[in-house]
């Protein structure tokens, strides 16, 4: 079984800083891609950075120079630290990963989603 557990979400003023981690466990042989998605009220979920295990990052226009992704493959997590947020930043963001099981299945995992709230 494998888990996706966030944290780090929380209400921050406008232009103000947070940093969500997440960590990968159970029984798996590998980590691919992870990344972290966000959905705000009454849109779709939507990319916002994504990071390669030899750690190629890719990020979403609306957060590139605010957010940084980085991972430790050492300890199965990846990290969003996110500076001068927004209001529009607003949403809950959630981690994801492709795993490779032991039993070599391979899936896209989804954890359970941190709410992050900017005031204005």
């Known amino acids: 079984q494998v888990q996706l557990v966030e944290s780090g979400g929380g209400l921050v003023q406008s232009g103000g800083s947070l940093r969500l981690s997440c960590v990968a466990s159970?029984?798996?042989?590998?980590?691919?891609?992870m990344g972290w998605f966000r959905q705000a009220p009454g849109k779709q979920r939507e990319l916002v950075a994504t990071?390669?295990?030899?750690?190629?990052?890719n990020y979403a226009e609306s957060v590139k120079g605010r957010f940084t992704i980085s991972r430790d493959n050492a300890k199965n997590a990846v990290n969003l630290q996110m500076n001068s947020l927004k209001p529009e930043d607003t949403a809950v963001y959630y981690c994801?990963?492709?795993?490779?099981?032991?039993?070599?299945?391979?899936?896209?995992?989804w954890g359970q989603g941190t709410q992050v709230i900017v005031s204005s």
């Open positions: 994801n990963a492709f795993i490779t099981r032991r039993d070599f299945n391979q899936n896209v995992y």
């Open positions: 159970g029984s798996f042989v590998s980590i691919g891609v």
């Open positions: 990071i390669t295990s030899v750690g190629n990052t």
